[in-house]
């Protein structure tokens, strides 16, 4: 669709579905999108990473609420990190994938809106959360002197990330519809029953305005977030470098700190990178579809296994974010492994 976050399959008349016969000015096309082969591979790749999702970063909202010790800033954000994983993965993995499985929009009007909403909100409030952990651990590292953040101010921080998550997604909010195809029709069965063909999309007054509001998301909650991202990162390598390099007896005092330190910022970049891996594919789809002119082919391509692959790589991002908790961050492995062994106690 033309959504800026959930994009069902946009119909093209000449070419994007598999037509089964014309009648006048309306083609009749196959309910499903695949190959039973081809669905079964999609259906267990998007259910092994949803899977994942609940489970991992469950158990993250776990670790870090039942445990004080596991009450840090940038543990805070991580926390948030993990609801906002949640939510994609309850509101839009499983839509995304019937989607991707059978033609047109199989839902009403409210999980429309909700589940296109609610993915751009959560991506948009990652984004913004890994910005501020990026501030948070610049301050720490290049600028040590300064006030520390705060729990409190780092609650008032997560409320405001959200708030600005809500406000970026309103007009992709209010524009989101279900619109019928007048030119398409969708077979039912052998009957050759058939219904019509709906879409989930953003109904903006002129494409221009789609245009401009697409660059306006990349650049706020992709680009230049980001880039802010990589330059801190940056300057807090050479702060910590400068710091590796300092006198003997300082080095030795302060050597398990540092060590503690360039283990957290090396997850924390790992985490960066694979945001930032994980959602090109799928930008660069949505800027090719308001920008380029595709070919019939070129669109059928792009929307029946192109975008599915790119929305499985988005939600990868979402389910592996608790694997790197795990193996980069030594109090979470520690608190991986209390909750293990207090249900193996429970028994």
């Not at 669905?39 to 993250?60: D, E, K, Q, T, W």
């Not at 948009?124 to 651990?137: E, G, M, N, P």
């Amino acid at each position: 669709s033309n959504s800026s976050f959930y994009w069902p399959h946009t119909l093209n008349y000449n070419g994007t579905y598999k037509h089964l016969y014309l009648e006048g000015n309306v083609s009749y096309v196959d309910f499903y999108l695949h190959q039973p082969s081809v669905a079964a591979v999609f259906i267990i790749s998007y259910l092994l990473i949803f899977l994942l999702c609940m489970v991992g970063n469950g158990l993250v909202c776990f670790v870090v609420l039942r445990s004080k010790h596991m009450w840090t800033v940038t543990n805070l954000f991580i926390l948030n990190l993990a609801v906002s994983d949640l939510l994609v993965g309850i509101f839009c993995m499983p839509t995304t994938l019937l989607d991707n499985i059978i033609a047109g929009w199989p839902f009403g009007s409210l999980v429309c809106k909700m589940s296109g909403t609610v993915q751009g909100i959560s991506v948009s409030a990652s984004v913004f959360t890994l910005v501020a952990i990026a501030v948070d651990r610049f301050r720490c590292i290049v600028y040590p002197f300064k006030q520390k953040l705060t729990i409190p101010t780092a609650v008032a921080i997560v409320a405001v990330i959200w708030i600005l998550a809500v406000a970026i997604m309103c007009p992709s909010a209010v524009l989101l519809q279900v619109q019928e195809e007048k030119r398409f029709r969708v077979i039912l069965g052998p009957g050759n029953d058939s219904r019509p063909v709906y879409w989930c999309r953003e109904d903006w007054p002129h494409p221009a305005m789609r245009k401009i509001y697409t660059t306006v998301l990349f650049a706020n909650i992709y680009l230049a977030p980001l880039l802010l991202i990589v330059v801190m990162y940056a300057r807090i390598s050479i702060a910590l470098s400068h710091t590796a390099g300092a006198g003997k007896r300082s080095q030795e005092q302060r050597h398990s700190t540092w060590k503690r330190k360039q283990k957290v910022i090396q997850m924390l970049i790992v985490l960066t990178l694979l945001f930032t891996l994980s959602w090109l594919p799928l930008w660069t789809l949505m800027l090719l579809s308001d920008y380029a002119s595709l070919s019939d082919l070129q669109l059928q391509l792009i929307n029946i296994y192109i975008y599915p692959f790119a929305h499985w790589l988005a939600f990868f991002n979402s389910s592996v974010n608790p694997i790197i908790y795990g193996f980069c961050n030594e109090n979470f492995r520690r608190g991986f492994q209390d909750v293990f062994k207090l249900q193996l106690c429970s028994r």
